[in-house]
């Protein structure tokens, strides 16, 4: 597989930082910085944080991961029962990744083909993908930046779905959010329809309100899973329910249930959903059975 261009945020120095394999090259923002281009190419080290020690992270993330979320941390130290590519360590104890309990590098998703041509025009990118297209990302496997009908479908069963549900959700995505064409990830925010169904905000971003009504239904339960019979009735109580969103949900739920083994929601389920790394860890995550269906989309 040809190597990927990654965004990584590092916590500590509240910097982004693009990636890129191939060139071995990385482009860094400044802080607070919310856009990145060519011209901020990293070639010195800055803050005590080096280009070799990012790309060296980078490939070791390559090796750990085959389609990892956006959030995923990498891990402080290296624990007797988890298993880490030579070299891991080597490269950053003690200089990019020695605080707080998750690791200080975080994965914050791939430039697909449409931002590297914006890129390689000079064009600028931003930091940070919104996470209605972090949503839609984790659906596009070959990293083009659209998302064709059979890109939908293929994605679909990946997420655990059955031939036919998949795709009725793919028509359906492909009719509403492409409107007949392949759905452009980059211009989602332009062709959402304009009744919302809940979760995002009009920029595209996690809705603070709505989240908070969630957590306080988990709340009520004292716990942090719920049957999804009840939150399907708190959705239908409080949220609009057209039948893309009765999809989303329908196919939400048959990936908790494979994951969890019972038809309940976890938070932190509900919460990935919004934030653009649910689909992710449910094509990527081993069911009980031990199957992992991404590997008939995406063979290694």
Same mark, same amino acid.
């Given at each position: 597989?040809?190597? @990927?261009?990654?965004?990584i @945020? ?8 693009v990636?890129?394999?191939?060139? /071995?090259?990385?482009l860094?923002?400044?802080p607070g ?17 080096r ?6 992270? =980078?490939?070791?993330?390559e090796?750990?991961?085959k ?10 130290q290296?624990r007797?029962?988890? @298993? ?5 360590? =080597?490269?950053?104890q ?6 707080g ?10 430039l697909?083909?449409v ?9 600028a ?11 839609l ?7 083009r ?5 059979v890109d ?5 069963? /990946?997420?655990r ?11 359906g ?5 492409g409107?007949g ?8 925010g ?10 995002f905000? @009009? ?33 239908a ?13 329908k196919?939400f739920?048959?990936?908790c ?5 019972? /038809?309940?929601?976890t938070?932190?389920q ?8 649910f689909?992710?860890?449910a094509?990527?995550? =081993?069911?009980a059975? /031990?199957?992992r ?8």
């Amino acid at each position: 597989m040809t190597p @990927r261009v990654l965004r990584i @945020r590092h916590h500590p120095s509240a910097r982004s930082f693009v990636v890129d394999l191939q060139r /071995a090259r990385v482009l860094a923002a400044a802080p607070g910085q919310a856009t990145i281009s060519l011209e901020d190419e990293l070639k010195e080290e800055q803050q005590g944080i080096r280009a070799s020690d990012l790309i060296a992270a =980078a490939q070791s993330f390559e090796r750990l991961w085959k389609w990892p979320a956006p959030g995923a941390r990498f891990p402080q130290q290296n624990r007797a029962d988890e @298993r880490f590519p030579d070299g891991w360590f =080597a490269e950053l104890q003690g200089r990019l990744n020695q605080t707080g309990p998750h690791g200080d590098l975080e994965f914050r998703g791939y430039l697909d083909a449409v931002e590297l041509a914006e890129l390689a025009r000079g064009g600028a990118l931003r930091t940070e993908r919104s996470a209605l297209e972090r949503h839609l990302t984790a659906l596009d496997f070959r990293l083009r930046g659209k998302l064709g009908l059979v890109d939908l479908y293929r994605a679909f069963i /990946a997420t655990r779905q059955k031939p036919v549900q998949a795709l009725k959700k793919a028509l359906g995505a492909y009719v509403m959010f492409g409107h007949g064409r392949p759905v452009d990830i980059a211009q989602i925010g332009a062709r959402r329809p304009a009744a919302r169904s809940g979760g995002f905000d @009009r920029h595209g971003e996690v809705d603070r309100d709505v989240m908070q009504q969630y957590r306080h239904l988990f709340d009520t339960t004292g716990q942090d899973e719920i049957e999804q019979d009840r939150l399907e009735r708190f959705n239908a109580r409080n949220f609009q329910n057209g039948f893309m969103s009765k999809e989303q949900w329908k196919s939400f739920f048959v990936s908790c249930r494979d994951l969890n083994g019972r /038809a309940t929601v976890t938070f932190a389920q509900l919460r990935a959903l919004f934030e653009g790394s649910f689909e992710h860890i449910a094509a990527s995550r =081993a069911d009980a059975r /031990a199957r992992r269906p991404l590997d008939r989309v995406l063979p290694d």
